[in-house]
Structure formats: structure tokens, C-alpha cells
């Protein structure tokens, strides 16, 4: 059943649009997340949800309650920031504690409530120290605490682990996933990091320039982008212009090579324009399987990554990625080198614009 | 290296003896009440005079209500313009500063002008308020704006306002708990820096009292320099003490603060 329902919901700042008929439903206990980059309309759109921005249009419901304008102090919406915001003058506990000091909770059932949260985030000794005794993370994880001490209907977290250092934020992302699901509550995850919203979302949203350019599951997400923008912006992506050659078999052509696309080609005729992508690590050289675009091609350079070599080849005019598992008896090719790549039809996905 | 660190030596010393060279010769000079001998004569006499606790006291009590109405004005108004309307912050600086521009004569001349019966509607005065404290107090609070508002946006500017605020209303707090509870126990270093200094500046003010015929302790040394000749030196070293005691109180306590600061990077 949807729980929180954002509804035609727009936002300007003079002339400028921040967000634009932005529309969700979202289920209880679900997590998703606004993905994009800055200026997209994500934190503005949690700000809305929050209430501390009033939507120039649109209705906001949660649990059937129409929240539009209600508040902030009156929406049991807990949130969670980028800089913590634990208030300095108070301890840990205090911190926690401070929602339900304000709700007027008896003394008993703010300490119990208190022990409860700091044992979640597994800091029960740390009741009594302040946050700048604190490492980030710690703090992070009292802010979280003291969000969710106030049992609220939704819990929106705005770009929590980005003042984080990188392993810290791999650790703490699955906390806060874990914890959100265990306490099965609805939560709203803002971030601009695709690796943070594909790992902990039931869906995601993805935003540009203020619009909705793709909602889905990570793996629709990753796997069939829609758009150009989410094509380019989840993942590394090769994208290539290409023309129609025969929509029926979904055979296109790139400066005469042609791929063939298990994409739906229905509304396109023959000698269409059309934008192509193929993930870099759909992508393998014929020697070590055989698929249905096999294509000539030329290596024009080769990056060490770790867990992945990345080679660049050319095809016809156009460069594209290709991704291959780091393996030490791996036999790399040569830059200059000849040779054949391929994918099936599913990696070649056509794009809308 | 050697040269500049002498410069920089001579030059501190020259700046110390500008300083203190006169400070000690009144020091030395209030010393001398009796001739030939060293003592506190002058100091006992400045004491002893019931009309020194009363100028005293009226300072004080100037003082007091100079900060409360300080404290109401530009907290609130320094919190609103970190909270939401940053872009006039340039403006109320300036509005601010404006003590140091406009000298204190003019400001008490305009002032007793316009609201001594200069404001009229329909030919009959209104807002009268020489005879009342009204005029004084306000005289005083804009003479310590500059101090206290630069001291209050300081404390704002280290703390996040904003976000602070936000994460307070998320968790249901309203503006009085926010005020009280959030804001003001992490502004007050800040505030009492600008409490001390706002002290000190009432405590030796003389133009507003003196031409608003308000009794205060600037007024009375001027008062006592007319007419006597050691005990107004007394006086004028008490005066530096008592700034330089509101001073060293607001360096103490923002110590612990700067510590703190320190801790947390």
C-alpha cells in the first residue's frame, strides 16, 4: 500500500525551477533514493518532504494525511544531514534523547527509549560524551539514532555518508540498511554517489535538472537505462550515434558496423538516427566467447583498475569501453593489436532521449 | 631573520610605552595626594564618597539594562539573518557600523531633538521621551551595537545555524525551545563577549548621560576632574581596571570555548 505520495509536485526559486512535476508513490518500508548530480532537484525535493520548503504546487500526503503545508515541527518526519547536526551544547544521550524531551516523555521512557537507540547503533558506552568527542562516523550514527528515537513516519536522509571517508561509508551504508529494515521503516535516501543508491535502495529515482528521468529497482536502473542522462550518469557506459537498418531485427548501424539490439524498434523505420549504449563489461573479445555482434576492432588502450582492466578500442570511427575482470593469467592484448569484440543483442540497448 | 624579529621587538616596545607610560604616570600621580609619600589617599577618598557608589550605581544599573535590550535586539535579529535571510547580512553590518560613523553628540543631539517633542502629528507632539531613561538605554544600545552584533555573529558563524535549526524542528522542537535549548547555550561565549564589552563601554560613557542630564559615572569623574585633582586620577585608573577586568573575563571564558574548537579538528 503507498504511504508516502508525492503528487505533481513543483518548486521554483524566482524564475528558476528547481523541481518540476515531480510524482512518487512510495511504499511502506521501502527505501529509495533520489539520485543525480548537484542542482538536480533531489535535496529539494526531501526538503519538501521534510517541510522546510513550502511546494509552489503539488500535494504531499503520508499515511493518507494531506502534509503540504504542516510544519516541520508538526510532520514526525525524522532527518538525518550531511554535517550531522548533533548540537554541540548536548552529550550523546541528550542528543537522542532531545526529540523525546521536547514530545514530553516521561523521564523513564526517554532513558529507556535512549539505551534502545544507542544500543542499535551499538554505542551504549558513548552516552555521555559530546560530539566532538566523537569520529564522523560515530556522530553520523547518533544523528541517525536521534532521528529515529521519535518513532517517525518516514526518515529522510540527506547525503549522510558524503563528509565521510570512503571505507567508513561502506560500512556505514549497510548499518543504516540494515537498521532501516529491521525497524522497517519508510526512508527517503538522497545521494549524488550511484555506488551508495544502487547498494541500499528498494528503488531509485533518478533526477536532472529538476525532473524525474527514471524510477526503478538498481538492477532495472543499471541494467536498462532509458534515458541518455541515466545511461551516462549510473555506471560507465559506452554511448555511439548509430542509424537503423532493419528495425524488424533490431540491426543498427555505427559508422557501418552494425550491432544487433534485442531493444524494442517498433515505432523506428529504417535509417532512423538513434543513440546506442553498451556497458563497458557487456563487452567480450570473441576469443573467450562468441556472441552475436562480433565486431572488428582495434586496441587503442589499456588501464590497470584493480579488479578490472579497462581497454579502449576502436571500432570503425568510434571508441568504445571494454571491461574485463582482472584474472593474473589473464592474456592481455597489445595496444595496436587487431582484434575481434562482442556482445548479445540484450547489451545494446537504444535510447530515448 | 634576527633584524626583523629586533624591529619587531622595538616596535612592541614603543607601542607598550605609548600605552603605558601615560597610564603609570596617572597611576603615579593618584599615588601623590599626600606630599612626599606614596599612598592610596586618593583612592580612599574616591571610595568614601557616598556620591561614587551612586554615579557607580547608576552606570551599573545603565549597564544592565543597556545589555538585556542588546541581547533582544540583535540576538534575534543576528539569528534571523543567519537562518534565513543571509543576503542581508552585508546590510546589517552596516546598519552596525554606524556608530563609528555617526559621533555620539550628533546621535544624542538628533535624538533628543526628535523625540523631545520634534515629532509631530497633526501639530501635537508624540514619542516624547527626554525625561524618561527610554532615550539613554537606546542611546547606549546602538553605541554597543557595533561590539555586540559582531560578537553574536561570530558565535553564529561557528556554529551551522541552519542546519542546526533544521534538525531541531525536524525533531519537533518549536522556536522558544530552539532559541533557549539549541541557539543560545552554544552563542554563550559569544553573547558574553559581547556583554562584558557592552559593560565596559557604559560603565566609562560619558557624551549620552552628561547631555541627556542622566546621573552615571562618566559624568561624575568629569565632574570630580573639575574640581579636585588627585581623586579623578584614582578614578580614571579604576575605570581601566574595570575594562581591563571585563576584558580578561571575556578572554577567560573564551578560552574554554577556543579549546573546544580545537578539540573538535
Known sequence: ??????????????????????????????????????????????????????????????????????????????????????????????????????????????????????????????????????????QQRVALARALALRPKVLLLDEPLSALDAKIRVSLRSEIRSIQQKLGITAIYVTHDQEEALSMSDRVVVMNMGEMEQVGTPFEIYNFPTTVFTANFVGTLNTADGEVVDPAKGVLAVDGVQFESASDMQNKKKGDKVRIAIRPERFNFVAQEKKANIVDCTIENINFLGSIVRIEVKVGKTNFIVDTFNNPFLDLPNIGDKDQITCSRKAVLVLED | MKIKNIWAWIILMIGLIYFFLPLLATFEFSLKMIKDRYTFEAYRVAFTDPQFYQNFGYSFFWALLTIVFSLLLVVPTAYWVHWRMRKMRPWVEFVTLMPFVVPAVVLVFGMSRLYGGGLKVFGTPILVLTGTPILLIAGYVVLSLPYMFRAVDTGLRAIDVRTLTESALSLGAGWRVIITQVIFPNLRTAILSGVFLTFAIVMGEFTFASLLYWPAFGPYMEEIGAMRAYTPQALAVVSFLLTWGSIGLMQWIGRGSVQEVAAVH
Open chain 1, 1 to 138: 500500500m503507498t504511504f508516502l505520495q508525492i503528487n505533481n509536485v513543483s518548486k521554483s526559486f524566482g524564475r528558476v525551477w528547481a523541481v518540476r512535476d515531480f510524482n512518487l508513490n512510495i511504499e511502506s518500508g521501502e527505501l529509495v533514493s533520489f539520485l543525480g548530480p548537484s542542482g538536480c532537484g533531489k535535496t529539494t525535493t526531501l526538503r519538501m518532504v521534510a517541510g522546510f520548503e513550502t511546494p509552489t504546487s503539488g500535494v504531499i500526503t503520508i499515511n493518507g494525511d494531506d502534509i503540504t503545508n504542516k510544519p516541520p515541527n508538526q510532520r514526525n518526519v525524522g532527518m538525518v544531514f550531511q554535517s550531522y547536526a548533533l548540537f554541540p551544547n548536548m552529550t550523546v544521550a541528550g542528543n537522542v534523547g532531545f526529540g523525546l524531551k521536547v514530545a514530553k516523555k516521561p523521564p523513564e521512557e526517554i532513558k529507556k527509549r535512549v539505551d534502545e537507540m544507542l544500543e542499535l547503533i551499538h554505542m551504549s558506552e558513548y552516552g555521555d560524551r559530546y560530539p566532538h568527542q566523537l569520529s564522523g562516523g560515530q
